[in-house]
């Protein structure tokens, strides 16, 4: 029954972290898309700023009125657009913006800002024409880049680096299969041949267009959609702690968290069912306090710490941890091999041999990196990556102002997470126990510590290359 239950998370897990997130590409993404458009004798710049649903909310903390914070962000992406002609960089002056807030999860908004830029005119009588093009704005965050370039109204394009279709319909619609890969192109270059009359810029799509047109990114289910109930009778509460248990348990299954890590660690050590608990309740600590400090960043330290930047060190910690733990359970297994290795006399007394190494095998002595601190070093590498869904939880409960409810269903999520790793943990001791009791030879009851010490400390590497690779 418990190995069926495990089966049927880990199945749920596949599909549970897509519906947590309204945005593909998460909630963390700010997504660029330019589209250069050539007409008539002017050069136009249709550029949308498409933010997900952290920070649009930042966003809106500090928008003050609508209508001036257009004006102020059209003014200020347009001083990061470069668009040379020729050798001569040429300005770009914005003609048309439009803003809105399509719904993202939990009762989120995301933020969907568009401005077209326009040249003057190029007048450069049919000759063949250089256009270079450049966006530098939000280099440091995190999101889809785009840029495609058309030519009209009498425009001839000869040559361009870009294509002049769009791979997201502007960032309507991502495509599936570049989520896990999104577009980084800020720039492109093009050869053209002007027309002869004043081109006309494109049009923007308005709130009501772009209600009809945004595509369902995901379901708006799950462990977010929790938040924004409208009923909250003490039935819905109780069911809905059930559901945030559950969705914490799903999360755990999918990719990361140091699943096969707790396993290698519980059998590499003298791991005991109370271990496995103890690992558990510290993932809980952990990941709650994770998400509240990351909402503390987000909400107060915006201006300073983009939240999203922190998670690469937040993976280098964890990365670090994992090393740590491994090299101290290697290192014991290796002084107790080291021990246990026959010596000239115990080849001649069999039965001293045998009564000596029994004891040894059964010592109990604290191991290095088994006990509390190999535990805390554990359980801390599971929960200290808070997870973005949380985040949002947490935000959402902030603007619906139900922030205890948020604060419980949180910890609730937390407590499904270190559910699912500690029944990992149990399921490993349990293995590791059933083996003991089989005769194989002693060798591969033998090998299989050190072995796991090896799979604790090639993750830990592996995860520290990973890391490292964003922040270098």
């Not at 770009?92 to 040249?119: C, D, I, K, W």
């Not at 256009?131 to 001839?156: C, M, P, Q, S």
């Not at 600590?285 to 909402?295: K, N, R, S």
Request: glycine share 10%; hydrophobic share 50%; net charge positive.
């Amino acid at each position: 029954m418990k190995k069926l239950l495990l089966v049927v998370l880990a199945a749920v897990a596949l599909w549970a972290p897509l519906d947590a997130l309204a945005h593909p590409l998460g909630n963390f993404t700010v997504n660029r898309y330019s589209r250069v458009e050539i007409s008539g004798d002017r050069v136009y710049v249709l550029y949308v700023l498409d933010m997900a649903e952290i920070p649009a909310y930042q966003e809106r903390q500090r928008m003050g009125s609508e209508s001036a914070y257009l004006r102020r962000q059209a003014v200020e992406i347009g001083e990061g657009l470069e668009l040379r002609i020729g050798d001569e960089r040429v300005a770009l002056r914005p003609v048309r913006r439009a803003l809105a807030f399509p719904e993202g999860v939990a009762g989120l908004r995301t933020m969907r800002l568009q401005v077209v830029y326009a040249s003057g005119s190029l007048a450069r009588g049919g000759e063949t024409v250089r256009l270079a093009y450049r966006d530098t704005n939000f280099g440091n965050r995190i999101g889809w880049k785009e840029v495609v370039v058309r030519a009209r109204d009498g425009v001839r394009l000869v040559s361009s680096t870009a294509p002049a279709e769009s791979v997201s319909r502007e960032t309507l619609a991502y495509p599936k299969d570049l989520l896990r890969s999104p577009l980084d192109v800020t720039g492109a270059e093009a050869s053209f041949v002007a027309g002869d009359e004043a081109g006309t810029p494109p049009e923007l799509l308005t709130p009501e267009q772009l209600g009809a047109r945004v595509t369902v990114r995901s379901a708006d289910g799950g462990f977010a959609a929790l938040i924004a109930g409208e009923e909250l009778s003490a039935g819905v509460i109780l069911v809905s702690l059930l559901l945030a248990l559950f969705w914490g348990a799903a999360h755990a299954f999918s990719p990361g968290h140091g699943k096969a890590i707790v396993a290698a660690y519980l059998i590499g050590t003298r791991g005991t069912p109370r271990h496995a608990l103890y690992l558990g309740l510290i993932v809980t600590v952990t990941h709650t306090i994770g998400v509240f400090a990351l909402g503390l960043v987000t909400l107060a330290l915006s201006e300073f710490i983009v939240p999203e930047q922190l998670y690469p060190w937040l993976n280098l910690v964890s990365a670090l941890l994992v090393v740590g733990v491994g090299v101290a359970v290697l290192r014991w297994r290796l002084r107790e091999w080291r021990r246990s290795a026959p010596s000239p006399d115990d080849l001649h007394d069999h039965h001293h041999h045998e009564h000596r190494s029994h004891g040894r095998s059964h010592s109990h002595a604290p191991e290095p990196g088994s006990g509390m601190r190999g535990l805390v070093g554990m359980g801390i590498s599971g929960g200290i990556i808070p997870c973005p869904t949380a985040l949002v939880v947490l935000l959402a409960a902030i603007s619906l102002h139900r922030v205890g409810y948020g604060l419980v269903l949180i910890v609730a999520f937390s407590v499904g997470l270190a559910t699912a790793m500690s029944a990992i943990g149990l399921v490993a001791v349990t293995a590791k126990r059933a083996f003991a009791r089989v005769d194989f030879e002693g060798s591969l009851v033998r090998l299989l510590p050190a072995a796991s010490a090896l799979v604790i400390l090639g993750f830990g590497v592996v995860m520290t290359a990973r890391a490292l690779t964003p922040l270098t």
